[in-house]
């Protein structure tokens, strides 16, 4: 007890000297209001410009210190550098904000980017204030902001381990950055990197809303995702990355600098800043991208990875979210730079967030949106020695199958006990009728399968086994 009084004397001894130091223009003591701002601004330095604390028993406060992380502030937000504590900086300190220092990195662990462009994202703990599909549907919001301005793709994962974490906390929290209460700081984001890096925590202290009450979580959660993708703070206010909270924003919440910015750290070839337009111009313009209208056009693979579909082709790769129109495409290293062929196969597996590609007798495994490992043998699902290749492969969520297409025959594989299913291979043209020619690739979407039969997409009802559509495959990338 008398420590801790000790403490609070000295604290209070500290925030007097400082205000001492700043000469406010004052008769007599300094009143209740302006030792309660000096806190303030003492508390907002240490947490967005660095202050040092004095050690513990030293009353006196560096004064050239503290005026000057008053003037670094000041000059962040394009105010008068006076590095006194005037009417207007006291109103930019009061101001809720994002958690994140404007002038330090905000942990030792941060990194400048993800090396890679398909980014998995996980929510953890909800708030109270909406319901769990809003805000499911605002986060997908907020990282569709970026994923339009640039080359990156995020897939919702439902495992611990992906890149960004989502949760929604309170006071401390378990990072050594706890939260301060109602309004002041409204969340934070560690850069991208191992452990904590690109987790993103809410303060479940504010008013979370969908629209003007309270505090937006989609203007919220789009500036936060701006850290974890390893963006810093700007000091332009038209800047989604401004520290502030603006109730009021433009449809589009990135401004010029925003997009640059994003694309200076995730170009299509790093080292390379006028990539694309020499791609779109030169000789390196893919005849794939400029014929991906044709209406022979056809896919060796197609599967669902989270809530996006891939599409592969020779070696170009689109990615397509399913609730967006836009897709993004390029050659497949540009998002998974170990795949350097093409992919014969693939599929998706919910339950464990797995994806798996195939090449020729080989696979890769993707958890998340790594690739792991190195490649294994295509006999390790238990296929004779004699099959070195199939030609498409899809999991049924339903029956935990997958099954794997080659010529005319088909193999099923149970994915809970890891064995292939006797009896097989079967004939496709028996257990699916109305399938005729070979199957280049398959997907399992809302209870349907899709056949991907050349130039063709036959839409299969698995249950009643029969054909209750056709389209054409460009028809899945827009075209």
């Known amino acids: 007890m008398e420590v801790c009084e000790m403490h609070n004397m000295l604290l209070f001894c500290c925030v007097l000297s400082c205000f001492m130091a700043l000469t406010l223009e004052t008769e007599g003591s300094p009143s209740t209001e302006q030792l309660v701002e000096l806190k303030l601004a003492t508390e907002y330095l240490k947490r967005y410009y660095n202050l040092r604390e004095e050690p513990l028993g030293r009353v006196k406060r560096s004064e050239p210190s503290f005026t000057s992380k008053v003037k670094d502030m000041q000059n962040f937000f394009r105010l008068n550098a006076t590095g006194m504590l005037n009417s207007e900086t006291l109103e930019v300190m009061r101001s809720p904000r994002c958690g994140v220092p404007d002038v330090e990195e905000y942990s030792h662990i941060q990194g400048t980017r993800w090396n890679k462009n398909v980014i998995t994202y996980s929510i953890g703990r909800y708030t109270r204030d909406l319901p769990r599909n809003t805000v499911d549907s605002l986060i ?48 934070h984001a560690f850069g991208p990197g191992l452990g904590v890096g690109g987790d993103t925590h809410f303060d479940d202290d504010e008013r979370w809303s969908a629209g003007e009450r309270g505090f937006n979580l989609f203007v919220v959660a789009a500036h936060e995702f701006g850290h974890a993708l390893g963006l810093k703070h700007s000091r332009h206010p038209e800047s989604l990355m401004y520290p502030t909270y603006k109730s009021s924003r433009p449809a589009n919440l990135l401004s010029i600098e925003d997009i640059v910015n994003i694309n200076r750290l995730y170009s299509p070839v790093r080292g390379h800043p006028n990539y694309w337009s020499h791609w779109l111009s030169g000789s390196l313009f893919p005849q794939l991208m400029q014929n991906k209208c044709s209406p022979d056009l056809t896919f060796d693979a197609v599967t669902t990875v989270g809530r996006a579909t891939f599409f592969f082709r020779e070696r170009h790769l689109w990615i397509k979210h399913n609730e967006q129109h836009d897709i993004k495409e390029g050659p497949i290293t540009n998002f998974m730079p170990k795949i350097k062929t093409s992919i014969d196969a693939a599929f998706w597996v919910p339950r464990r967030s797995t994806g798996y590609l195939i090449h020729g007798s080989m696979f890769w495994t993707v958890k998340g949106s790594y690739v792991k490992g190195k490649p294994r043998r295509l006999k390790r699902f238990g296929f004779p020695a004699w099959v070195q290749d199939v030609h498409a492969a899809v999991h049924i969520v339903k029956s935990g199958r997958t099954l794997f297409f080659m010529h005319n025959i088909y193999w099923s594989y149970n994915e809970k006990q890891r064995i292939m299913d006797s009896g097989y291979p079967k004939s496709i043209s028996e257990d699916f009728p109305g399938i005729n020619g070979t199957i280049n690739a398959a997907v399992h979407k809302e209870g349907f399968i899709y056949f991907f039969v050349g130039p063709q997409v036959y839409k299969y009802n698995y249950t009643q086994k029969h054909v209750v559509g056709v389209e054409k495959a460009n028809s899945w990338i827009g075209c």
């Open 140 to 187: 997908e919001s907020a990282f569709s902001v970026w994923a339009r301005a640039s080359s990156l793709t995020f897939v919702r994962s439902q495992t611990h381990n992906a890149d960004i974490m989502v949760e929604f906390v309170t006071y401390n929290h378990g990072d050594m950055y706890p939260f301060d209460g109602p309004r002041g700081t409204l969340a």
